[in-house]
């Protein structure tokens, strides 16, 4: 063993084995890491990252088990150390930092007992300096008023402070490694931004070594200096950051890099997609593993598998074509029978959707205009939830999720509605959707309102629908594919059995699926498939407008770009109108034409999409964009990274004045007290600042 490596992996083998047969999850991985690296893993759901992970500290659950190969820490192999050993190094030597906080800490022991219990555990403290030393780590990981917070439950703290305390546990006992299991990935963007840099920051202080896996490529090129690409179990790309964002040797890490929208990058233009699905990991696999998805495949790759072979200093890679001299991947029109879509399929089903397109199949309205009539309005909208004391002799407490929002969205434009969590956009949607009553304003759609009455609904609901970020949980798993399309049908009851039939069959070719997937169950689809069976669902009574609820946040990146290019043609083919939520701001831009930033129920910034992102005037606007990473190490170089400080503050106590007032770096007094009006900056451009003066 070479001391100047810290983690050494030499053919890592984890096999599960399940009544359906065995499942090869992590294949012949080695891998390196020294003191004081980071190390990215990426790659899509299934690949093997966290599976690999997990298996490195042998906290693989049953049924799995590492087959074969060695895991070199600090000079012992972990292989062969017994279950007591191993206990002092996990969460000692090993700290562990996971992607849910909340399924991780005990949900009925306070933060201090958790704490205390592993410090002393691990480095012999007395009660009062274990306490002591939790205090500072809390202090350290800019968890503010530690002392209090060391009283709390898990559930009394946000995503963010639960994964601060996570990381302050898994640093309480200066481990040498980190493992971080997606540790961002459940949280909004700037609370990302400020998790990315303090593990950046203390790894930097404190020497450890870290291995980062995730699956978004921006925080890759911000946070990571070597990476890893997995596929099917194995390493197929390894180098350092620039060299795999510069020039890679992977047919599948070129497919990875084309089918991420970039905030820096071109908006509408179509994103690649990696089409067809990974290997069935219970089956041997002969050959290479990509083949089956690869534009470069050769007949020898159906017979041989590549090792990981030397591309440059460093660089490694599992091809046997040389991907630069093959002239890279093709840019693929998007077609591949039953999993993808086109503009011409959209065309072809098109007209039957609401007469909107010409003979030819052409969309009447290929992008809004000034003058396209306005499809939703909405005015003065409010929401206060009511929550009621446990004790009644005290006054519930009032929650003010929407206050005083005005919107207007016009035939064929997208509207990227984005904040961070808990600033009203989820209650936005469902107002819009009827399934919350405002507790002011008014809504319309077609100049049909909202209301009450179960028949005026019935036929409002019919002009505005929506996409699930979940689909899955919003189907019924006893239901075919069949039916879940054909149930708004069912429930206007104005459809024929004829004309039912024949119109699922077109919603379903129109999101690019085949009608052999209408006997199916949705158990038996992927993330993809299901989120395109909500949109022909969505579809179905042809709505004017479709609501859009975080329904790529759920997706691997791959799957991620077929959605959004199947929104586009979709958009771009019957004109429809869409209110996109979401906080993936690459995402948002690459889709919108308008945006509405929205900050504590209220909306702070709108305007043109280019206009917004390229010069945002409201801070709160501006610390978003800056938080967002750019899947380019060159760009995140050279960027200056302002970390917006702080949460979002209790819509139960908003404070008084302008709402951003406590976290704004161009606060003035002003902003304390006196709320600033959403005003003109410009043609369409509406701002809610002070300082935007």
Same mark, same amino acid.
């Given at each position: 063993?070479?001391? !100047?490596?810290?983690?050494?992996?030499?053919?890592?083998?984890?096999?599960?084995?399940?009544?359906?047969?065995?499942?090869?999850?992590?294949?012949?991985?080695?891998?390196?890491?020294?003191?004081?690296? @980071?190390?990215?893993?990426?790659?899509?759901?299934?690949?093997?990252?966290?599976?690999?992970?997990?298996?490195?500290?042998?906290?693989?659950?049953?049924?799995?088990?590492?087959?074969?190969?060695?895991?070199?820490?600090?000079?012992?192999?972990?292989?062969?150390?017994?279950?007591?050993?191993?206990?002092?190094?996990?969460?000692?030597?090993?700290?562990?930092?996971?992607?849910?906080?909340?399924?991780?800490?005990?949900?009925?022991?306070?933060?201090?007992?958790?704490?205390?219990?592993?410090?002393?555990?691990?480095?012999?403290?007395?009660?009062?300096?274990?306490?002591?030393?939790?205090?500072?780590?809390?202090?350290?990981?800019?968890?503010?008023?530690?002392?209090? #917070?060391?009283?709390?439950?898990?559930?009394?703290?946000?995503?963010?402070?639960?994964?601060?305390?996570?990381?302050?546990?898994?640093?309480?006992?200066?481990?040498?490694?980190?493992?971080?299991?997606?540790?961002?990935?459940?949280?909004?963007?700037?609370?990302?931004?400020?998790?990315?840099?303090?593990?950046?920051?203390?790894?930097?202080?404190?020497?450890?070594?870290?291995?980062?896996?995730?699956?978004?490529?921006?925080?890759?090129?911000?946070? +990571?200096?070597?990476?890893?690409?997995?596929?099917?179990?194995?390493?197929?790309?390894?180098?350092?950051?620039?060299?795999?964002?510069?020039?890679?040797?992977?047919?599948?890490?070129?497919?990875?890099?084309?089918?991420?929208?970039?905030?820096?990058?071109?908006?509408?233009?179509?994103?690649?997609?990696? $089409?067809?699905?990974?290997?069935?990991?219970?089956?041997?696999?002969?050959?290479?593993?990509?083949? !089956?998805?690869?534009?470069?495949?050769?007949?020898?790759?159906?017979?041989?598998?590549?090792?990981?072979?030397?591309?440059? !200093?460093?660089?490694?890679?599992?091809?046997?074509?040389?991907?630069?001299?093959?002239?890279?991947? #093709?840019?693929?029109?998007?077609?591949?029978?039953?999993?993808?879509?086109?503009?011409?399929?959209? +065309?072809?089903?098109?007209?039957?959707?609401?007469?909107?397109?010409?003979?030819?199949?052409?969309?009447?309205?290929?992008?809004?205009?000034?003058?396209?009539? %306005?499809?939703?309005?909405?005015?003065?909208? %409010?929401?206060?939830?009511?929550?009621?004391?446990?004790?009644?002799?005290?006054?519930?407490?009032?929650?003010?999720?929407?206050?005083?929002?005005?919107?207007?969205? @016009?035939?064929?434009?997208?509207?990227?509605?984005?904040?961070?969590?808990?600033?009203?956009?989820?209650?936005?949607?469902?107002?819009?959707?009827?399934?919350?009553?405002?507790?002011?304003?008014?809504?319309?759609?077609?100049?049909?309102?909202?209301?009450?009455?179960?028949?005026?609904?019935?036929?409002?609901?019919?002009?505005?629908?929506?996409?699930?970020?979940?689909?899955?949980?919003?189907?019924?798993?006893?239901?075919?594919?069949?039916?879940?399309?054909?149930?708004?049908?069912?429930?206007?009851?104005?459809?024929?059995?004829?004309?039912?039939?024949?119109?699922?069959?077109?919603?379903?070719?129109?999101?690019?699926?085949?009608?052999?997937?209408?006997? @199916?169950?949705?158990?038996?689809?992927?993330?993809?498939?299901? *989120?395109?069976?909500?949109?022909?669902?969505?579809?179905?009574?042809?709505?004017?407008?479709?609501?859009?609820?975080?329904?790529?946040?759920?997706?691997?990146?791959?799957?991620?770009?077929?959605?959004?290019?199947?929104?586009?043609?979709?958009?771009?083919?019957?004109?429809?109108?869409?209110?996109?939520?979401?906080?993936?701001?690459?995402?948002?831009?690459?889709?919108?034409?308008?945006?509405?930033?929205?900050?504590?129920? *209220?909306?702070?910034?709108?305007?043109?999409?280019?206009?917004?992102?390229? %010069?945002?005037?409201?801070?709160?606007?501006?610390?978003?964009?800056?938080?967002?990473?750019?899947?380019?190490?060159?760009?995140?170089?050279? #960027?200056?990274?302002?970390?917006?400080?702080?949460?979002?503050?209790?819509?139960?106590?908003?404070?008084?004045?302008?709402?951003? $007032?406590?976290?704004?770096?161009?606060?003035?007094?002003?902003?304390?007290?006196?709320?600033?009006?959403?005003?003109?900056?410009?043609?369409?451009?509406?701002?809610?600042? %002070?300082?935007?003066?």
């Amino acid at each position: 063993m070479n001391d !100047e490596w810290l983690l050494r992996v030499k053919g890592l083998t984890t096999h599960f084995e399940t009544d359906s047969g065995t499942v090869r999850a992590v294949n012949d991985v080695s891998f390196d890491l020294k003191a004081g690296e @980071r190390l990215a893993i990426v790659g899509e759901s299934g690949s093997g990252k966290s599976a690999m992970a997990m298996s490195l500290i042998r906290l693989i659950a049953y049924p799995g088990n590492i087959v074969g190969g060695q895991i070199w820490f600090e000079g012992n192999d972990l292989t062969k150390l017994s279950e007591r050993e191993l206990n002092r190094i996990r969460g000692g030597r090993i700290g562990t930092i996971f992607q849910d906080p909340m399924t991780s800490l005990d949900p009925v022991m306070r933060i201090e007992d958790q704490m205390v219990s592993a410090i002393r555990r691990h480095l012999g403290f007395s009660a009062p300096a274990a306490r002591a030393y939790a205090v500072s780590l809390l202090e350290q990981v800019g968890i503010p008023d530690p002392e209090s #917070r060391l009283g709390s439950y898990p559930f009394e703290m946000s995503g963010g402070m639960r994964q601060r305390v996570m990381i302050a546990m898994a640093l309480s006992c200066k481990p040498r490694l980190i493992l971080a299991d997606e540790p961002t990935t459940a949280l909004d963007v700037t609370i990302q931004a400020q998790i990315v840099e303090l593990l950046k920051r203390l790894t930097e202080q404190t020497g450890s070594a870290m291995l980062f896996i995730t699956h978004d490529l921006g925080l890759v090129a911000r946070f +990571a200096q070597k990476v890893a690409v997995m596929y099917a179990g194995r390493i197929v790309e390894y180098g350092t950051v620039a060299q795999l964002f510069a020039n890679p040797q992977h047919p599948y890490t070129q497919s990875l890099l084309r089918t991420i929208p970039s905030i820096a990058g071109t908006p509408g233009k179509r994103l690649q997609q990696i $089409h067809g699905f990974p290997p069935d990991m219970r089956k041997p696999i002969e050959g290479c593993s990509f083949r !089956e998805r690869c534009s470069l495949a050769e007949a020898r790759c159906r017979i041989d598998m590549p090792e990981l072979t030397a591309r440059g !200093e460093g660089q490694l890679a599992a091809c046997w074509r040389d991907v630069e001299a093959a002239g890279g991947i #093709r840019r693929a029109d998007e077609t591949e029978a039953g999993s993808s879509v086109t503009p011409a399929a959209v +065309a072809a089903a098109s007209a039957a959707y609401a007469g909107e397109t010409s003979a030819g199949g052409a969309s009447a309205v290929a992008s809004p205009s000034s003058a396209a009539p %306005h499809i939703l309005e909405v005015k003065g909208l %409010h929401k206060v939830f009511r929550k009621p004391s446990l004790l009644p002799w005290k006054p519930g407490k009032h929650i003010y999720a929407v206050n005083g929002i005005d919107l207007t969205l @016009r035939r064929g434009e997208t509207m990227g509605l984005v904040g961070e969590s808990g600033c009203g956009k989820s209650t936005v949607a469902r107002l819009l959707l009827g399934l919350e009553s405002p507790s002011d304003g008014a809504i319309a759609v077609d100049g049909i309102p909202a209301v009450e009455a179960a028949e005026g609904m019935k036929s409002y609901r019919k002009r505005i629908q929506m996409v699930f970020q979940d689909p899955y949980s919003s189907f019924n798993p006893k239901m075919t594919i069949e039916h879940i399309i054909a149930e708004p049908l069912d429930v206007q009851g104005q459809t024929a059995p004829e004309e039912r039939n024949r119109k699922v069959r077109e919603l379903i070719q129109q999101v690019g699926l085949d009608a052999s997937f209408l006997d @199916r169950y949705p158990n038996q689809l992927s993330g993809g498939q299901r *989120q395109r069976i909500g949109i022909a669902r969505a579809l179905a009574l042809s709505p004017s407008v479709v609501v859009a609820d975080e329904p790529t946040s759920a997706l691997d990146v791959s799957v991620r770009a077929q959605v959004i290019n199947l929104l586009c043609d979709l958009k771009e083919q019957l004109g429809l109108s869409f209110i996109f939520i979401s906080h993936d701001l690459s995402t948002v831009r690459h889709i919108s034409d308008s945006i509405a930033v929205m900050y504590l129920g *209220q909306i702070v910034e709108q305007g043109p999409a280019e206009e917004v992102f390229v %010069h945002p005037l409201h801070p709160y606007t501006r610390s978003l964009l800056a938080a967002v990473p750019v899947p380019d190490p060159a760009v995140e170089a050279d #960027r200056e990274i302002t970390v917006l400080e702080g949460e979002l503050p209790s819509p139960a106590n908003p404070p008084g004045g302008c709402a951003f $007032h406590s976290r704004c770096p161009l606060v003035q007094p002003r902003c304390l007290g006196e709320k600033p009006a959403l005003t003109g900056a410009g043609e369409r451009r509406m701002v809610a600042c %002070h300082a935007a003066g």
